[in-house]
């Protein structure tokens, strides 16, 4: 760990010499998780209420309507409706709702999903500028954010339909802009943060809760001497937001505060707590042990003040309790705690600082990418739903699976690992005899993009380096 580094430097943008870094940066993880999208589209169960939304805004053009004959609505917030819409509104003069066949389905839910994958990378992109921003180097904030898009839970859940993607870009890259205006004081900044967190409330309403406790640490970052015209450029995009979101629950229930999806807070705290952090089926500290190191580098840093900790402890703190005490605390089917997924991206904050020592990279980036890499490589070859389907079958209980070490997803998911075929690994470019040879240019997509993006990161960055100092690396 990084020890005699100055406090946190209060720094403008990253500078203009950087933008061409990071659309390299963007562009090679873009096509390795291109490279990386997967073909078994059928079981996120979360997306399919959001789809059928997406068809009958497009059908009836109203978001009021009921999504099924017998009236029921999606559960689920606006926001993943609107992020969908765009793609569904590009068909609308030659698919019909009523002439959708099986595999242009397929390509539609792909094209959905891919939204995902680019609030993934443009997350990490974000982590990358953020590095810069902070003084870091070059080196260590690549490193970094390569390391939270291909080490952690980010991953895998880039190539499905779940909304924590989603709601994880709008909410940090809101906090981004928040942070770059208290450096900066510049202020189209803050009404920029307030869209973007209102964005990431429309997606999940927990972003909204927490945006009202967050007020704190805005009070405490915006000008003293400006301090109330500068909330209320903060505010008026929230309050934009909670307009739209209480107009959409007045419009399908008649109240605007009813939003159709069950809240019970019955779980014991220190259940959902212990669950969502250590038990075998959801543990944060077993199936993304290198979010767990970046947030332990962040807090013990002496690069970061106080008001980055503060937000950054807040944030963590309030998605573990507000959902280990929901019933659903676990989320159903999936891998690891994807609850939690919003807020990892600033554990890549302390990623970013472990890679800052050149004497230290090499072990740190064998240790993260190896370890965090291999465990998120296995629900990317294998689908997580696969084990589950296998277990229900066999009449074990949910509950097993979550406590009980010998039914957990990641043990089991090794032996799926050795015993599945290559070619039903579940890559969308294996699919060529099911979908046809367009999933063949996705691949090859993926792969020049990856190829390239590496290439040029490499020459702008590595081999840079080592021509002017002949440092090798």
Not at 141 to 154: E, K, V
Not at 200 to 209: C, D, E, M, N, P
Not at 220 to 246: C, E, H, M, Q, Y
Request: glycine fraction near 8%; charged fraction near 15%.
């Amino acid at each position: 760990m990084v020890e005699g580094v100055k406090p946190e430097p209060t720094r403008s943008e990253p500078k203009p010499s950087n933008r061409p870094l990071l659309l390299a940066v963007f562009i090679a993880l873009l096509g390795i998780h291109t490279f990386c999208l997967g073909r078994e589209l059928g079981y996120t169960e979360d997306a399919k209420p959001i789809l059928q939304h997406v068809e009958s805004v497009f059908r009836f053009k109203s978001f009021t309507q009921p999504i099924t004959p017998d009236g029921d609505y999606c559960m689920y917030g606006i926001g993943m409706t609107l992020w969908y819409l765009p793609i569904r509104l590009l068909t609308i003069g030659f698919l019909p709702p009523d002439e959708i066949t099986h595999e242009v389905a397929f390509y539609l839910r792909l094209a959905y999903i891919y939204l995902n994958t680019l609030a993934t990378v443009a997350t990490a992109t974000l982590l990358c500028a953020w590095g810069l921003s902070l003084g870091y180097s070059r080196k260590a904030s690549i490193l970094g954010a390569f390391c939270f898009s291909l080490a952690t839970l980010a991953f895998p859940y880039s190539r499905y339909d779940f909304s924590e993607p989603v709601t994880g870009f709008f909410l940090f890259a809101g906090i981004y802009c928040l942070w770059r205006y208290r450096a900066d004081r510049v202020l189209y900044l803050l009404p920029l943060s307030g869209a973007l967190i209102a964005a990431g409330a429309l997606t999940r309403i927990v972003v909204g809760l927490a945006a009202v406790p967050l007020l704190v640490l805005v009070w405490f970052a915006v000008n003293p001497k400006s301090r109330f015209r500068d909330l209320f450029l903060f505010l008026t995009p929230l309050g934009v937001g909670a307009a739209i979101l209480f107009a959409y629950d007045y419009g399908r229930f008649g109240n605007p505060f009813e939003t159709g999806y069950p809240i019970d807070f019955d779980t014991p705290l220190l259940t959902g707590v212990a669950g969502l952090l250590f038990s075998w089926g959801r543990g944060l500290a077993i199936y993304s042990p290198v979010s767990v190191i970046g947030f332990a580098a962040l807090f013990l840093s002496k690069r970061f003040d106080r008001w980055t900790k503060s937000l950054t402890a807040f944030l963590f703190l309030f998605f573990l309790v507000i959902h280990a005490k929901w019933s659903y605390w676990y989320g159903g089917w999936c891998w690891g705690p994807r609850l939690l997924l919003p807020v990892l991206p600033f554990a890549g904050l302390g990623l970013v600082h472990l890679f800052e020592r050149a004497d230290h990279r090499r072990i740190w980036g064998a240790l993260l990418f190896g370890f965090g890499g291999l465990i998120n490589l296995l629900a990317v070859f294998v689908p997580f739903s696969v084990f589950y389907q296998t277990a229900m079958v066999h009449g074990f209980k949910e509950e097993w699976l979550l406590w009980r070490r010998r039914y957990c997803p990641l043990l089991n998911h090794h032996e799926l690992f050795a015993s599945t075929q290559i070619e039903d690994y579940d890559f969308v470019w294996l699919g060529v005899s099911q979908w046809g040879w367009p999933v063949l240019l996705i691949g090859l997509f993926g792969l020049v993009l990856a190829i390239v993006g590496i290439r040029r990161v490499r020459r702008m960055v590595w081999l840079a380096e080592t021509s002017n100092t002949g440092e090798k690396t």
